[in-house]
């Protein structure tokens, strides 16, 4: 059987390219956002919108560099969808009384679950180790204060 050679340069149409280039507008809109804030609140949205601008510098360069793995976009697309669902339920979780660690653990789930981890087990291990560092970092270390539940017994 003949075997087809492509002629696509490295990044054309790649997803990654414009993931990246997604991430980097994102970042810069938030980084603009946060130098808006007063001196207490800024520093740690804008470290967070420098880091995604980073990253998607980054994904963006590799993927034109031909350093990636290249995948066609309807591949990823499938999971897009289902991924905004699923963060779309997390953020309203959270605004509407439901605490950080249940939503968390939930979308953490899904989102294993979408990336292809399928056994229960191993999923909930790595979205418990996910929402249990995060809550750690973000109330330990950094001092966040996180939604309130509007059940006690849910952090």
């Known amino acids: 059987m003949p075997q087809i050679i492509s002629e696509k340069r490295p990044g054309q149409c790649s997803s990654d390219v414009w993931i990246g280039l997604v991430l980097l507008a994102v970042g810069g809109a938030a980084a603009w956002m946060a130098s808006g804030f007063d001196d207490a609140s800024r520093p740690y949205p804008l470290a967070l919108s420098v880091l995604m601008m980073l990253l998607g510098a980054v994904l963006a360069a590799r993927a034109v560099l031909g350093g990636g793995e290249d995948q066609s976009f309807t591949q990823q697309a499938r999971i897009l969808l289902p991924a905004a669902v699923v963060l779309a339920l997390w953020i309203l979780a959270l605004s509407n009384g439901l605490g950080y660690v249940v939503p968390t653990f939930a979308m953490e ?32 270390l950094l001092d966040v204060r996180l939604p309130a539940s509007h059940l006690p017994w849910l952090f």
């Open 109 to 140: 789930f899904a989102f294993m679950w979408l990336c292809g981890i399928r056994g229960p087990g191993r999923a909930a291990l790595y979205a418990g180790l996910v929402t249990g560092g995060s809550y750690a970092i973000f109330v330990g």
